[in-house]
C-alpha cells in the first residue's frame, strides 16, 4: 500500500490520470489524498469528480472553490456563488446542473465528507495552510471533528480565512529559506507548529517553479504546482518517500 497526494486538480481530469499513470497508482491497493480544490478552471469537472468518487480510499481535504462549490450544491436555485463564477466555477456549475438529481445529491454527500483540516499520525493535509498559534493538538481536535456542511450559508466562516485562503504558513516558510517569493508577501509572520508531522499544502501556485516547495524547518510541502492556471504541471507525490510525478497541461508527459 502507497499513500500518495495530488494537488489542485481544478477539473484537469486528462492531466489527473496521466500523473497517477506515472505515478503507478493502484486504486485497489494505494490511498489517494488531495490538498483540495478539485474542480473549476479546467473543462472536465464531470469526468473528475466521477474518478475521484470511485476510488476505494480517497481522502481529500475541502478546498476554497469546494467549499463555494458546496454552498452551490445545498442552495441551486439562489446560491451565493459569485466569487465562484468569476474563477472559473462556470463551467462546473454549468456541467453539473446537467446531471440527474440522485447523482447531484451524490456529489453533495461526497463533499460533506471532505474535512477542512485532516490529521494522521505522521501527516497533516490542509488546503491553503495554517495561521499564527495553532499547536498540533489543536489541529487533530479540528480534524477530528464533523465540520459544518455546508461551511458556507451565506457569509464567510472563520475556518475558510483561517485554513482555505491564508497563505501565510507558506510565505513564512518561504521566507525563511532561499526560495524565490516573486509577489509573495508575508502580511502575518506565522512560527513552525511544533510536530513530528509532515504539512501538506496546496492552494498557492508555485509558479515559475512548477516544482513542490519543501522546507523541513516548518515541517511543510507545498504541492500545488499550477494546474489549475492552464500554465503548470499537476503534481502527484508519495507522502513516504517525496518522491513525485507531474502531467503538463496538454497530458502529455514532461
Ligand atoms: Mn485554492
Known amino acids: 500500500m502507497r499513500r500518495l497526494i495530488v494537488g489542485d486538480i481544478h477539473s484537469h481530469y486528462d492531466m489527473l490520470i496521466s500523473a497517477l499513470g506515472k505515478a503507478s497508482f493502484c486504486p485497489e491497493s494505494d490511498v ?16 473528475t469528480l466521477r474518478y475521484l ?88 481536535a479540528i480534524s477530528a471533528v464533523k465540520r ?13 480565512e483561517d485554513f482555505l485562503w491564508n497563505r501565510s504558513y507558506l510565505y513564512s516558510a518561504m521566507e525563511d529559506s532561499a526560495w524565490a517569493r516573486r509577489g509573495r508577501k508575508v502580511d502575518v509572520r506565522v512560527k513552525p507548529v511544533k510536530t513530528k508531522k509532515t504539512i501538506f499544502i496546496g492552494h498557492t501556485q508555485l509558479r515559475p517553479e512548477c516544482r ?8 511543510l510541502v507545498a504541492i500545488d504546482t499550477g494546474a489549475g492556471s492552464g500554465q503548470g504541471p499537476l503534481t502527484v507525490m508519495d507522502i513516504d518517500t517525496k518522491e513525485y510525478w507531474q502531467a503538463d497541461a496538454d497530458g502529455i508527459r514532461l
Open 32 to 47: 489517494l489524498y488531495s490538498v483540495g480544490d478539485i474542480l473549476d478552471r479546467g473543462g472536465k469537472p464531470v469526468e
Open 53 to 140: 468518487m470511485s476510488l476505494p480510499d480517497f481522502r481529500p481535504v475541502l478546498g476554497n472553490h469546494d467549499a463555494y462549490f458546496e454552498s452551490y450544491l445545498w442552495n441551486e436555485e439562489e446560491p451565493d456563488i459569485d466569487w465562484l463564477m468569476g474563477d472559473g466555477g462556470s463551467n462546473t456549475v454549468k456541467e453539473v446542473s446537467k446531471l440527474g438529481k440522485d447523482e447531484r445529491r451524490a456529489i453533495r454527500d461526497f463533499y460533506s465528507s471532505f474535512p477542512v483540516v485532516r490529521s494522521e499520525d505522521d501527516i497533516i493535509v490542509v488546503h491553503g495552510g495554517i495561521p499564527a498559534k495553532y499547536t498540533e493538538a489543536e489541529l487533530a
Open 148 to 160: 459544518p456542511v455546508p461551511l458556507l450559508s451565506g457569509s464567510d466562516s472563520l475556518w475558510l
Open 212 to 219: 513542490p516547495f519543501v522546507s523541513k524547518k516548518f515541517h
